[in-house]
């Protein structure tokens, strides 16, 4: 994500490693003041993050950890609390259905500042097994042996 008035805080990478990518969405988040602002420092990990549909339609975006502000004072939030996700009806939907019927699993692969708002996105995916793994690593690694030949034949 690297276009205009964006501004990335945190990435999930371990996402990408465990999981194959089909689509990804992006969807405000239900903050508090605090939030924000650690946010602003750059306190959060996504790697444990997940995504939960619940019976109402609401997407809860679930144990992800926003660390607390360090000027808070009593009224500072909890680190992993469950956050409200701002999607459409009809996205929820969707990735309720992907969730249900294909074992599908909603992982949050970034979180970043998109002008003056917080905005995540999430990506629909399915774990890989451990020989995947092993192809994706080794897809990466001849990648960049030939990036690295190609550099020093110029």
Excluded: C
Aim: net charge positive.
């Amino acid at each position: 994500m690297e276009a205009k008035g964006i501004k990335v805080i945190s990435s999930n990478r371990k996402a990408y490693h465990e999981y194959q990518i089909s689509d990804k969405w992006e969807a405000g988040i239900d903050l508090r003041g605090t939030e924000v602002k650690a946010l602003r420092d750059g306190r959060v990990n996504l790697t444990d993050g997940w995504v939960d549909i619940t019976d109402t339609d609401e997407a809860i975006l679930q144990e992800v950890h926003i660390g607390h502000y360090s000027h808070g004072n009593i009224m500072n939030h909890a680190e992993r609390r469950p956050r409200r996700l701002l999607l459409h009806r009809a996205e929820i939907g969707k990735l309720a259905r992907a969730v249900q019927e294909k074992g599908y699993s909603i992982i949050p692969l970034s979180i970043y500042f998109k002008g003056q708002y917080i905005k995540i996105e999430i990506g629909l995916g399915k774990g890989k097994k451990h020989y995947d793994k092993r192809d994706s690593a080794k897809e990466k690694d001849a990648k960049r042996e030939i990036s690295r030949v190609m550099k020093n034949q110029r």
